[in-house]
């Protein structure tokens, strides 16, 4: 489906969706723990984001920001080989975090979310 992020598959929760009283501003793509994460399009990384504050959460707390195609992005819940430089579509960008040693149970996923906040749906 997506040949780009192989061990990946779009999940339901929807941009705009309401979780626990606050607006999720991205996508969640199902992703197992550990898995190998791919650039989806040639991009240029642009430093590292963290997530959380709560230090309980340390164990995902890591991310990526990225431009490519026209786009800047945030990939959340995965820790990137590098920081900067570029990448060509299908070089892996990084690991999916260990999702079920935080948050046991739940669908281990990344999260998209576009710098400027909108859909990203559109784009995956």
Known sequence: MYPWMPEA??????????????????LDIICNDGSTVYAPFDVTLHGKVTVYTDPNKAAINNGINLNGAGLCFKLFYVRPDKTSGSLKKGEKIGTMLPMQTVYPGITSHIHVQMCNKSDPTGYF
Do not use: D, I, K
Request: hydrophobic share 45%; aromatic share 16%.
């Open 9 to 26: 598959a779009v999940n339901s929760w929807t941009f705009a969706a309401f979780r626990g009283g606050r607006l999720h501003q991205g």
